[in-house]
């Protein structure tokens, strides 16, 4: 698309005058004062405005609009991408704002601190921790130049995302979120059933893993009992026997464990068992990490 040099610089003098209105922000004032000298994005701004998330679509490598998109000036691709990204991210429409900004440059943004902001926060409310984490640092490099409220709060997202460990309950329950947000906005696709699963697959390791320990500690116990027990014999003489013990007992005391499978173990435990399994596995943690963990033992109860 050519672009003729005073049109461009007319949308230049524009966006000075907008940006100097204590009301709108650097990327709202670039848009507008493009729009009004550019008839093709005016016309995409005032679908965005009507349709959002149909419009965004039309924007993928498949879609209608890539081509007219791909077209315009980079500057001009850059802002139309960051603005939409934004508005998309605004709506938590994650899914559709990652490959919005994932060709868009800071170098070419006409306000890259919005891009990184946004970018860095979809990618953040995504647990791609690592993407997340280069965008934020990238924009707290100017965090005195930056609105500080970006700052703020790219460094609390910063610190929320940084310790993040994989198959922990924290990122369990950040999955838990992530299908609600889903379902909140009307998704029962098979992303949303694939995240679900993710989550159900996570919760039957941990608690695999938490199993395990318990029953080697058990173990553990039962053979320092059977070693107290035997301690102090010497050439077939008995020791005498402690004062806590009953007389008579003439087996190893080893009780027989109960085998269990995913379908019949967790969720039928008897109330004290369930609820010592419980404080273990949310030892820590918030309130929330143990609500979420009893719905799923209810649901493992009533897969018979």
Partial sequence: MGVAPDLMDQATESFLIGVQRDDMEPLNAWVDAASAQFDVLSELMRRLNGDLLSTARGMDPNGPDYAIVESMPNELRAALRTWIGRELVRARYYDEALPIFAEVDPMVCPDPATLLFYRGACYHAQLKIKDSLSDLRRLLQRKDE?????????????????????????????LMSDVTRRLDLGRADEATKDREQEVIDKLTKLIDKIEEEQQKQQQQQQKQQSASGNGGQSDGQASPMDDSRIAGANGQGDAD????????????????????????????????YREAIEAYFRKLATQK
């Fill in 146 to 174: 930056i609105p500080s409220r970006y700052a703020r709060t790219a460094e609390m997202m910063v610190a929320d995302i940084k310790p993040l460990k994989k198959d922990s309950l924290d990122e369990i329950s950040r």
């Fill in 257 to 288: 464990r109960k085998k269990m499978d995913d379908q019949n173990g967790w969720g039928n435990l008897p109330p004290a068992e369930r609820q010592e399994s419980l404080q273990q596995i949310s030892r820590d943690l918030p309130t929330h």
